[in-house]
């Protein structure tokens, strides 16, 4: 491929104009496919600040330390809020259908997503928070475990690279060590499962270890 995405947590993200919006919180990927679905950038006034989730469709041009959007994405409170809490009364609770569908959805109180307004002490309620992304996709924490197949944690996702033609993940870099950090390029086809606090490997700790450094 004749050019890389790269996603760096806490990258600054810029409008077209270069306006700053924040920086880049997670990267939403499919497990399945390897795909890159969306961004989650944290922006917002100084103590009061959210994460909004952008398609990745949205993003014009990345290097390692930014990410640049088009000219459609300069308002950042126009996409919709990574996580909401939705709280269901005891109606909702009793349905006898699979899917509950909640009467009230609140914003995340500290998020700058409004207040969140409580129920009657007489309200049986419950609550649950949902992630606005894709189904089946997983909002990657930059900074997640990488465990391999022998269950040896051998470093932390720094970044993740992807194809900008298909918008495919194709490594992973990973850092290792305490006081001298080391770099590793992990192919994603090494990958066998992730969630947004661990990626687990398919080979063994050795496989890794014989990886050159990229700062060699």
């Known amino acids: 491929m004749e050019k890389t995405i790269l996603f760096q947590k806490n990258a600054d993200v810029l409008t077209a ?24 950038i944290r922006g917002g006034p100084l103590f009061n600040k959210e994460n909004r989730v952008v398609p990745i469709d949205l993003v014009a041009e990345t290097t390692e330390d930014q990410v640049m959007l088009r000219s459609e994405a ?9 996580e909401e809490i939705r709280i269901l009364d005891e109606d909702d609770l009793k349905t006898d259908t699979d899917v509950v ?14 207040s969140v307004i409580m129920p009657a002490p007489e ?20 900074g997640a475990k990488v465990l391999t197949a022998d269950e040896k944690h051998v470093g932390n996702v720094n970044r993740v690279l992807a194809d900008p033609s298909v918008n495919q993940v ?17 192919p994603i086809n090494w990958v066998k499962t992730l969630n ?3 990626v687990q490997l398919r080979v063994k700790e050795d496989v890794v270890a014989a990886l050159k450094s990229t700062t060699e």
């Open 196 to 198: 947004e606090e661990a």
């Open 101 to 114: 569908t909640p009467s009230i959805i609140y914003g995340l109180p500290g998020m700058g997503m409004g």
């Open 17 to 40: 104009t270069g306006k700053q919006l924040g920086s880049l919180e997670r990267v939403v990927v499919n497990p399945g496919t390897n795909e890159v679905t969306d961004i989650v």
């Open 74 to 82: 300069e308002d950042l409170k126009s996409f919709p809020p990574f």
């Open 170 to 186: 194709t490594h992973l870099l990973i850092t290792q060590g305490l006081l001298v950090k080391e770099q590793k390029l992990i």
């Open 123 to 142: 309200e049986q309620v419950s609550t649950t928070i949902e992630q606005n992304i894709p189904e089946g996709t997983v909002a990657l924490k930059e």
